[in-house]
Each structure stands twice: as structure tokens, then as C-alpha cells.
């Protein structure tokens, strides 16, 4: 008895351990936190552990989109497709609570949301209808109504859907 | 082994892992789904404690086939969830052609063009080497004229004018109808609309992982994930559905499933392509087996010869390589100049013979053929500026440009040429268009054609009722299935635009069928 109960502790033991480290690994691979107070322009306060930027990038504490746009307009250094589209967001003054509500516990922001402000499908897609290869905002398949959702992410790269079955080279904001 | 002994074993077990602090460890056996679980036991599967949600009818798929049957169950007044497992609806239905082979449309009757079922039905066999199940084929046959009924009027699909009827590979007769936008979507998002109409809606995101079949041997629920993302097997949240009707499998194929794909057939590997969507894959039909249900003919795995290996996917190059190549032009092999197969020979003649070949085909056709071009609106002009069909101003510059030996090439279209006048193909009896006309006007178009898994005719065995049939050779009470994931209807080989029909008819049949079953409390 007594020798199955060290045999269960040192089992016990062993996996404790290595729960530890994958808690401990995670933490260290971890993406920055969200702090929900941060300006768009106070890199520091999510970036704790790296610089998002290069030392060479003039402060941008106090900026807000408009200011990033005297540098980076669409012919010279765009930054479409280069930051998060929350980072866009915030730094355009749409707070985390105006897609997420005030909560400690953030929920996936419903296509409504994202109409609510930026106006209906039909109207984008009149907007782009000259891109090139074809007008991203409307298809054979989905008309104007695919979730904006699953091209335009928020929190990680956005990505281009129709890639999965087409050649079209989207550079997605 | 005493029955002391497992109750031992399985108590101490039970300790440890609760001497460790086990929950998060439970947890992570459950989630991972380390894989012993009950799929080794064919016996009944554990009822859950608690059921989280409850409705009559389980539709799980939203293709042709998913909504027909929860558009039928509903109006039959069931309660209907459909499920869908990727994050948006439609699943291949929504990237299909759009084309439907009907017997006696408005469209055959305005061409002045005889068919009849039994005609059809012939077509499916011979294409099928006799390997379909006659009583599905025939159901698909002599319903297709109101399954494209209640498309046109029940649902207010469009289809193209009569003049773009066409003739596709292994039919004896122009039959097959585009909707008016040459895709599936006007089908499927007319059908999403009719099941919303109708108070329904399709739940995304939301996968089943089990089903779940009594002891009595009724499929009484299912195990599903929402939230869910594809295709992270152990992503959202495990709820429990109680089904009191049943529950209509209508997953599709398992085309772009290349581990369970490369079981059945060991030479499909990663490296060849689909014209499939990336949810296509095989677990739900695997489920079925898992709970008794029959395999059918599993690896007998279509591949379409009209694929072009420059564009992704299904890409844009069928519809030219069906009208202007093979109905209206030429087919090639590069080595030789020389035409190699009938055009319209079925699917699998086809492929397989440009794989014999070894490299891509090349099909030709002229400023004539170019005009029997289906698909969206500019199609043509869309593949030429992708460079997936190239324009040339002589025969001798196509011929160059694939490297060609060019009086091989002139001597193939002049061959054709010279069948037009007397109307027989004397090399392989191909079929020829009465309205065609010589291959020799400039421009001339060149395409490279290379196959690409397209549709797995296997699946579960059906009865006419859609039942899914078990290894007993009796129907699964409270299980169902249609379109692509079931098996039979097409045998060896499907023809084109047969898959819509098929996955209407039955669609239709499992709504009405599992609406009419008793419910269980």
C-alpha cells in the first residue's frame, strides 16, 4: 500500500511538473495583453516584453491614425495589411467596449457591428468594384453578405478567403 | 480476465488521476480524444446526462442536399437544426457549376430535344459500369423533371435561356441546365432563403462529432461542437442534441480528405488537387460507418478531366474546356498532335486517359467554339487575361507555344473538320454538334487540361426512403442521408450535373421521410 501511494505521488509529481511547464512555456510565447485602457498609440502597454517597433520609428505615443498617415500614405510605406485591424480601430478612437461592449469576458463581434458603422454591403461593394482582379466585396457564391469576419481579423493577420479556391492576390486590411 | 480485476484497474485509475489534481488532465483526455473510445465498440453509445438542446429533425450539411431536406421536413411541420461546420453555408453546393440534367425541362422543349428517364437512367448505368443501385439511379431519373419543378417554382431558381442547354460527357442528349449565374449558389442561397422564409436557420461553425444511437438501436442524438473551428478537432464547446425524428446526413464527399481518401485510394496523394472546397472531408461519413451503417463502393473516386492545373480549384476552365473543347473543338495530346479519346466519353475515360498520357492535354477551338462558352458573364475574357486559355492568331503558333509538332496538330483539325461534313467521328464515334462548324477561324484557344478529384460516388447505402441502411442489410431507424455522402446512385462513375439532381431528389425524399417517423420521447 504504502509503496503504490509514492508511486502515485511521484506520478503525481511528474505531472505536475509538466503542467508547470507548459503553463510556463505558454506564458512565455503568450501575445501581448490586452489592456483595454491603452491609446492606440501606447505601444508599450501591451508590448511589455518586446518593442513593436524599431528603434529608428519617431514616438508614437501620442498619435492617432490621421498622424501615422502623414508618413505611411498608400503609394509610400502603407500600412494596409501591416497592423492588426484592432490597432487600426483603436487608433481611429473605436475603443475595444464599442465592438466588444464593456465586459471582462469579450465575445466575438457579430457582422451587425461592423455594418453598424461602416455602412452596408451593397454600398463597399459599389466602392470597390474596380479592384483588381475582381471586386473582393461581392461574389457568385455569397453575394455582399460574407462575414467581413472572416477576411478582416481583428486580433491576428487578416487573411484573404477566396484564396482558398482562387488565385485573386488581395492585400487585406 | 476477472470482472474484479477491471473494476480494480479502472477505480485505481480513477484515483490517480485525481490525486493529481486530474481535472484539467480529464479534461484534456476528453478534448484530445486520445482515441480509445468507444469507436472500437460496436454496441450501443452512453446516453448523456443532460440534453442541451432538442428538435425533431438534425440536418447536418448545408448543400443542395441538407437544405432540400430541411426545407421538406420543415414544411411537413418539423422542428429543424442544421448544422454546418464551416464558417459559412453552402459547403460545395456553393462553388458548384450550377448545371442540373434534367429529363423533359422547358429548356429540352423549347431545343426541340427527345429524352426520356428510362434514357437518362441508361446514361447513369453505362457511365456507372452497372455498379449503381438501379432503384437510386432511377429514383434520381424519373424525378429530375420535378426536382428542377420545385427549383424553378418553389423556390424561384433561375436557369439560362434555352439556347445554353448543354450536352456534357456520357449523356446521349443535351440535357443538363445552368442556373442563370453558371453557379450553384442560385440553388443553394434560393433554398437558404426559402428554409429562412420558413422560420429556419443554419447554425455555422457547428460540427458533429458523434452520433448517438440507442440501444434499441435508434439514433436518438448527436454530439456537437459550436463554436467551432475548422478544422481544429477539439475547438468549441460539446453540446448534446436531442433528435426525436432523426437525423439527415447530408455531409458531402470526401474529396479534399487526403489521409482518408489516400485509404481508398493509395494513389491520390496530397499532391493532386480537388475542385473541392476545404471542409470536404470524410468524418461524418466515417460516424456513419461507425454506427452501423453500410459502406458503399468507397473508393470509387471520380476525378475531373476538365481541370485546369493553372487556376486553383474548379477555377474557371470547365466551362471552357465543355463547351468550346469538347463539344465544339479538340482534344490533344501535346506528344503527339493527336486526338486520343472521345471528348464526350464519360469522366473517368477521360482522366484516365490523360493520365495515361502522362502530362497535360491541350484543347483547342477557334473564335466559333470559343462562343459556346458557359460561366459568369466574360468568362472567356477572364481566362485569357489569367492566362489560364491562351489566344493565338494561327494554329502554327499554338502549336509552338505547347510544343507541338504542328502538322500532327493541323492534321487532327482537319480530321475533325472533315467529320463535321459527313457527321461520323471515324476515329473514336464521338458525338457532334449539329450547329458546329470547322475549327479555322482565327483566333484559336489553347488550354491545358490535368484532372482533379472531384466527387466520391461511395458513401453509406441508402434505401429509396433514404435510410441509411446497416451491415444487417436493415434500414438504422432515425438515420438518414443524402447527396454526395451516400453512396450507389452513380456506381463507377457520376456524370456531370447528375450530382445536383441526385443531391435534390433525395435531399427532398430524407426531408419528407424523416419528418413522417414517429417521434421518441
Redo the contacts between chains.
Keep these: 500500500m504504502e509503496h503504490r501511494r509514492k508511486k502515485i505521488l511521484k506520478a503525481a509529481f511528474t505531472l505536475s511538473c509538466a503542467f508547470l511547464l507548459i503553463v510556463l512555456g505558454s506564458g512565455l510565447w503568450a501575445a501581448p495583453k490586452l489592456i483595454q485602457s491603452a491609446k492606440g498609440g501606447n505601444c508599450a502597454a501591451c508590448h511589455t516584453d518586446q518593442p513593436a517597433l524599431s528603434q529608428s520609428h519617431p514616438d508614437t505615443k501620442d498619435m492617432n491614425l490621421e498622424a501615422c498617415r502623414a508618413c505611411h500614405t498608400r503609394e509610400n510605406m502603407d500600412l494596409t495589411g501591416k497592423l492588426p485591424a484592432s490597432h487600426m480601430h483603436l487608433l481611429g478612437g473605436v475603443s475595444c467596449e464599442a465592438c466588444h461592449g464593456k465586459t471582462n469576458k469579450p465575445e466575438e463581434t457579430p457582422m451587425e457591428k461592423c455594418v453598424a458603422c461602416h455602412g452596408p454591403t451593397a454600398k463597399l461593394a459599389e466602392k470597390t468594384k474596380d479592384v483588381k482582379p475582381t471586386n473582393p466585396h461581392t461574389s457568385p457564391h455569397y453575394g455582399t453578405e460574407l462575414d467581413c469576419n472572416l477576411c478582416h481579423h481583428q486580433h491576428k493577420k487578416s487573411e484573404n478567403y477566396c484564396a482558398q479556391c482562387h488565385s485573386f492576390d488581395f492585400k487585406t486590411p | 480476465m476477472k470482472k474484479g480485476d477491471v473494476t480494480e484497474k479502472t477505480l485505481s485509475r480513477r ?2 488521476l485525481k ?3 486530474g481535472a ?2 480529464v479534461a484534456g483526455f476528453a478534448a484530445g480524444g486520445l482515441g480509445f473510445p468507444s469507436q472500437a465498440q460496436a454496441g450501443p453509445d452512453a446516453l448523456p446526462k443532460k440534453w442541451d438542446e432538442t428538435c425533431d429533425v438534425l440536418v447536418v450539411g448545408s448543400g443542395f442536399a441538407g437544405l432540400a431536406a430541411a426545407i421538406e421536413a420543415k414544411e411537413a411541420g418539423a422542428s429543424v437544426m442544421v448544422l454546418e461546420k464551416m ?2 453555408h ?1 459547403g460545395n453546393s ?2 458548384n457549376g450550377g448545371v442540373m440534367a434534367v429529363v423533359g425541362s422547358d429548356m429540352q422543349e423549347a431545343r426541340g430535344i427527345k429524352d426520356s428517364p428510362d434514357l437518362m437512367l441508361a446514361d447513369m448505368m453505362k457511365a456507372g459500369l452497372d455498379m449503381n443501385y438501379p432503384e437510386l439511379a432511377k429514383m434520381v431519373a424519373y424525378q429530375s423533371k420535378d426536382a428542377y419543378d420545385w427549383c424553378k417554382q418553389h423556390i424561384g431558381v433561375k436557369f439560362t435561356d434555352p439556347k445554353m442547354l448543354l450536352h456534357m460527357g456520357g449523356h446521349t442528349v443535351a440535357r443538363s441546365c445552368p442556373t442563370s ?3 450553384g ?1 442560385e440553388i443553394v ?1 434560393k433554398e437558404l432563403a426559402k428554409f429562412k422564409e420558413l422560420g429556419g436557420t443554419v447554425t455555422t461553425r457547428t460540427y458533429l462529432e458523434k452520433l448517438i444511437r440507442h440501444a434499441n438501436g435508434r439514433v436518438v442524438g448527436a454530439q456537437i461542437r459550436t463554436g467551432y473551428r475548422f478544422p481544429d478537432a477539439g475547438s468549441g464547446k460539446v453540446k448534446f442534441v436531442k433528435v426525436k425524428k432523426g437525423v439527415v446526413l447530408a455531409s458531402g464527399g470526401f474529396s479534399q480528405d487526403v489521409a482518408f481518401r489516400m485509404t481508398q485510394a493509395p494513389n491520390l496523394v496530397a499532391e493532386v488537387n480537388s475542385t473541392n ?2 471542409g470536404a472531408t470524410a468524418e461524418v461519413l466515417k460516424e456513419a460507418f461507425r454506427v452501423g451503417g453500410n459502406p458503399v463502393q468507397v473508393s470509387w473516386i471520380q476525378l475531373g478531366p476538365w481541370a485546369s492545373p493553372d ?4 477555377g474557371l476552365a470547365p466551362h471552357f474546356a465543355t463547351g468550346p473543347v469538347f463539344s465544339y473543338g479538340i482534344m490533344v495530346d501535346p506528344k503527339t498532335g493527336k486526338r486520343f479519346i472521345s471528348e464526350l466519353a464519360d469522366r473517368k475515360i477521360r482522366a484516365d486517359a490523360i493520365i495515361r498520357t502522362g502530362h497535360a492535354a491541350i484543347g483547342i477551338s477557334d473564335d466559333e467554339g470559343q462562343k459556346s462558352c458557359g460561366g ?1 458573364p466574360g468568362t472567356v475574357g477572364k481566362l485569357v ?2 492566362g489560364v486559355v491562351k489566344k493565338f492568331d494561327t494554329l502554327e503558333e499554338l502549336s509552338k507555344a505547347h510544343d507541338m509538332p504542328y502538322a500532327a496538330v493541323k492534321e487532327s483539325v482537319d480530321n475533325y473538320n472533315s467529320y463535321l461534313k459527313t457527321g461520323t467521328d471515324k476515329e473514336f464515334g464521338r458525338y457532334l454538334q449539329p450547329d458546329a462548324k470547322p475549327i479555322e477561324k482565327a483566333p484559336f484557344y489553347a488550354v491545358r487540361l490535368w484532372p482533379k478529384v472531384h466527387h466520391t460516388m461511395g458513401g453509406v447505402q441508402i434505401n429509396t426512403s433514404a435510410q441509411v441502411i446497416g451491415l444487417d442489410g436493415k434500414p438504422i431507424e432515425g438515420l438518414y442521408a443524402a447527396g454526395e455522402v451516400a453512396g450507389g446512385v452513380h456506381g463507377a462513375v457520376r456524370l456531370g450535373s447528375v450530382a445536383v439532381v441526385d443531391c435534390l431528389v433525395f435531399g427532398r425524399i430524407a426531408g419528407k421521410s424523416v419528418a413522417k417517423m414517429k417521434a421518441w420521447s
Design positions: 484515483g490517480f490525486t493529481a489534481g484539467a488532465a464558417p459559412t453552402g456553393i462553388i449565374i453558371y453557379s449558389s442561397n472546397q476545404p487556376e486553383k480549384g474548379f459568369p487575361e489569367r
